[in-house]
């Protein structure tokens, strides 16, 4: 029986998620005169935030938690419910780091809570593709019983 495996190997999951993170810090240290060009764009502001953070969400949850791992369900709970609370520290740590630099932006708790959303949407969707993908599930299923 051959082995399908998934996308890129789990380590370059890892500089993915880590990169992304690296591009959204980069993001939010942008001074606002350089945003002027993107204002049209930035009408979708929260938009921007939920998407940026459901990326997050879907890099981390793959590098913490690989289709393939043994117990991948019990993982996925752990991993996730461990990713949603750092990620709201980090969505919230980069609200309060934008008002306190000198570069003329404003920490909005609003953006705060966009990220959120996004990282749970990103979490969720993550699982979603595991049960899509036939990951085993902990809990046997009434045709395994018999």
């Known amino acids: 029986m051959t082995t399908v495996r998934f996308g890129l190997p789990t380590p370059q999951y890892w500089g993915l998620a880590v990169a992304w ?25 929260k938009g921007i935030h939920a998407a940026l953070f459901a990326v997050f969400g879907l890099l981390w949850m793959r590098a913490l938690c690989p289709p393939d791992a043994t117990e991948v369900w019990t993982a996925l ?17 980069t609200e309060v780091y934008q008002h306190l630099m000198p570069i003329r932006r ?35 299923s009434a045709s395994q019983d018999s």
């Open 21 to 45: 993170t690296m591009l959204i810090l980069a993001g939010f240290s942008l001074p606002a005169s350089s945003l002027s060009p993107a204002r049209t764009f930035l009408d979708f502001d």
């Open 77 to 93: 709970r752990r991993r996730g419910g461990q990713l949603l609370g750092t990620g709201v520290l980090f969505a919230g740590g």
């Open 106 to 140: 404003m920490g909005d708790p609003y953006d705060a809570l966009a990220d959120g959303v996004g990282l749970l949407v990103g979490i969720l969707l993550y699982g979603l593709f595991l049960r899509r993908r036939g990951a085993q599930s902990p809990v046997p």
